[in-house]
């Protein structure tokens, strides 16, 4: 069944819809922010990995150059390994996610995004965050907490929710940040010089953002007081109706 949430993010429209491919995947989902588009995909295996004594949980992140529109040339016409980039937006979805498991769970999961349409204004990196736990959630893989994911930085003065890309480079400050309902649960930032009255509520209006984004009653208000935040792109919403379709 296709179904698809939207919410009003920083003043512009963040999407989450499921059922429409990647079907055989345990759960997937497409996220939009923009013309940026991210499909992330969460499988997990029946049994337990024989004499694992850790989670085998593998997170793949790629922006292949068709997203942009461009094909590699010259000598080699292949993508090649995975950038510094990609490599670092792989630990981001990670860092966020694993702790949330079950303790004893051994079962190999894999969490793939792939970047399939790139805009020149939205990082697709905090979209794969949150497309992943969305994923896992709408799946039968053992995740109950989903987890939102947000880039905070400071313009002018103005604390700006995912940020683009022109807006970052002049950003004194360069917040990530991914929570559930109830808590901070990652943050990793890098800033010039700030001064120490606006740095310290930037993780609490992250942790509001987030909260907006998992559809917590007590979050602060909806974005803009909209009928957009009404209508959460929640995990949790499109589980719900998921489950509804279900039975």
Known sequence: MYLKQAINLGGRELTIETGRIAKQADGAVLVRQGETVVLVTAVSGHQPRAGADFFPLTVDYREYGYAAGRIPGGYFKREGRPTEKETLTMRLTDRPLRPLFPENYRHETQI?????????????????????????????????????????????????????????????????????EEAIVMVEAGAKEVSPRPASPRPVRALRRVRIMEGHPNSGGYENGSQAGRRCCTPRSLASQTSASRR
């Open 112 to 180: 793939i995004s792939m970047v399939i349409s790139a805009d020149d204004e939205h990082d697709p990196d905090v979209l794969s965050i949150t497309g992943a736990s969305a994923a896992l959630y709408l799946s039968d893989i053992p995740f109950e907490t989903p987890v939102g994911g947000v880039r905070v930085g400071l313009v002018d003065g103005k604390y700006v929710v995912n940020p683009t890309y022109d807006q970052i480079r002049q950003s004194q400050l360069n917040l990530t940040v991914a929570g559930t």
